[in-house]
């Protein structure tokens, strides 16, 4: 299952590179770059979320080894592919022939959302789990908060086409998404900090809290140090 | 290459050892080829670029400071409200919503899952913001981060992170420093940096750009 992107909380990484260094274009094919990807967009052959989920498709050693620009338009390179409007002998005809084109793990079938686009479930201030496990594939929720309880902070202001859809080349029926604030603590219980994390979440990755759940996540919530304590 | 021999942070200063711009290019010149853009498109996508720069957030977030019904409106609907001093409005297509630092709060953002920006408010994404280490580390060690940005915050500060996974990005609202009394909102914007905007650093006042001072003659005239 690819899920090399899927980094947040993930050890192992050292310092911040390149902070001095706020710039953001060396050169201007990196603009040429981000044109063609949102051209392919505007001309209707592939959804931004199509394109990530070629990125996410990538090799591993790939992903974790090479440059930004080369995730950026090896992933660009593919949705061009799969969509059928090139293909990879066009392409050679411009390469040298020690040129790869990189090559990504075969796209799995994609998977539905069960919200609708009129209707929204919950409401700011509702306390939600998010659910696990969820399918595999194109899915903009990340492993960190998968099985976690957050609690609303706000819905989005429109419906957006289902990742799970839209990451696959599929049709599918628009969700809103919703703002889920959830404690530090409850993600990584030997976190340092006690803030939060929010993050932006399709209806159909999250689920209603039983009665019993709502009340011992509104405890926590209060005294996050009482569970723990009861525990040991 | 050597790329084994490399730690990974110097892997992550390299910007392009992989014939990028061939491959770039190569893209472009297969579409042309098949008739499926122009040369002018993609010079008029590439120009629209210009336009998405931290100047765009820094613009609102001067004006926030100085006028506290702006400053309501564009917390409770960005997008809308922006279009009052950003013109055109380059948003392509995602929505907007403005954090608000507090005395006791302290809003950061990242996108975990790939890289994602309110491009038209804060410009294209640095590389550190990119860095595979910024999306694993910001969410679960914010202090420790901020700290290698030099950003000491004080322990009563609750920490707020924003995962941007789906078409809303976030812009932050730094507290407004102290010493800019009387300022105009141009010099306040030139205190707002994209790391600001990001929430990786907090205004410098020494950095302002101050307005040009009006000679007495030219006070005189413009009173008359």
Redesign the interface.
């Given at each position: 299952m690819p899920d090399v992107?899927?980094?947040?909380?993930?050890?192992?990484?050292?310092?911040?590179?390149?902070?001095g260094?706020?710039?953001?274009?060396?050169?201007?094919?990196?603009?040429?770059?981000?044109?063609?990807l949102?051209?392919g967009v505007k001309?209707g052959w592939y959804r931004?979320d199509a394109y990530?989920h070629a990125?996410e498709r990538l090799p591993r050693e790939f992903y974790?080894?090479?440059?930004?620009?080369?995730r950026m338009?090896s992933g660009?390179?593919r949705v061009?592919i799969e969509a059928g409007?090139?293909c990879e002998d066009?392409?050679r005809?411009?390469?040298?022939d020690q040129?790869t084109?990189p090559v990504v793990v075969p796209m799995l079938p994609g998977h539905g959302g069960s919200g609708s686009a009129q209707a929204t479930r919950f409401q700011p201030g509702e306390r939600v789990r998010v659910r696990s496990p969820l399918p595999e594939g194109h899915v903009?929720?990340?492993g960190?908060v998968r099985g976690k309880i957050g609690r609303i902070v706000h819905r989005?202001?429109?419906a957006?086409a289902f990742p799970g859809r839209a990451g696959h080349r599929e049709e599918g029926l628009p969700e809103f998404?919703y703002?889920v604030?959830f404690d530090?603590l409850a993600?990584?219980s030997e976190?340092?900090?006690?803030?939060?994390?929010?993050?932006?979440?399709?209806e159909s990755y999250l689920e209603s809290l039983s009665l019993a759940e709502g009340v011992a996540a509104l405890v926590e919530s209060l005294h996050p140090n009482r569970a723990r304590l009861a525990e040991t | 290459m050597g790329?084994l021999a490399m730690?990974?942070?110097e892997?992550?200063?390299?910007?392009?050892?992989?014939?990028?711009?061939?491959?770039?290019?190569?893209?472009?010149?297969?579409?042309l080829?098949?008739g499926?853009?122009t040369q002018p498109?993609?010079d008029a996508?590439?120009k629209g670029?210009e336009s998405w720069t931290p100047d765009n957030g820094a613009a609102l977030v001067a004006r926030a400071w100085c006028d506290s019904s702006f400053r309501e409106r564009l917390l409770d609907n960005t997008l809308a409200t922006a279009k009052d001093v950003v013109h055109p409005v380059p948003f392509?297509g995602w929505?907007a919503v403005a954090l608000e630092n507090t005395a006791k709060v302290h809003n950061v953002l990242?996108c975990?899952?790939?890289?994602c920006t309110i491009k038209s408010l804060i410009?294209?994404?640095?590389?550190?913001y990119?860095?595979?280490?910024?999306?694993?580390?910001l969410?679960?060690?914010?202090?420790?981060?901020l700290r290698?940005?030099g950003l000491e915050l004080d322990p009563d500060v609750?920490?707020?992170?924003?995962?941007?996974?789906?078409?809303?990005g976030y812009m932050v609202i730094p507290r407004r420093p102290a010493g800019t009394e009387g300022w105009s909102e141009r010099e306040l914007a030139s205190i707002v940096?994209?790391?600001c905007l990001i929430g990786v650093a907090l205004p410098d006042v020494t950095a302002g750009v101050r307005d040009e001072p009006v000679s007495q003659t030219e006070r005189e005239a413009s009173n008359a």
């Open positions: 992107h899927d980094l947040g909380g993930a050890g192992g990484y050292g310092a911040i590179p390149d902070i260094k706020d710039q953001e274009y060396e050169e201007r094919w990196e603009w040429t770059l981000m044109a063609v949102r051209l001309k931004t990530r990125v974790r080894n090479n440059a930004y620009y080369d338009l660009v390179t061009h409007v090139i066009d392409l005809k411009h390469l040298q040129v084109i903009r929720a990340p960190y989005g202001r429109h957006l998404t703002r604030e530090r993600l990584w976190a340092s900090d006690k803030g939060t994390v929010t993050v932006d979440l399709a | 790329c730690t990974s942070e892997k992550e200063s390299l910007v392009h050892f992989n014939h990028e711009k061939e491959r770039t290019l190569a893209l472009r010149d297969a579409l080829a098949r499926l853009h498109e993609v996508m590439e670029f392509g929505d990242v975990t899952l790939c890289s410009g294209q994404p640095p590389g550190w990119k860095s595979l280490a910024y999306r694993a580390r969410v679960r060690e914010p202090r420790a981060v290698e940005f609750s920490i707020k992170v924003w995962d941007i996974t789906a078409e809303t940096t994209k790391k």
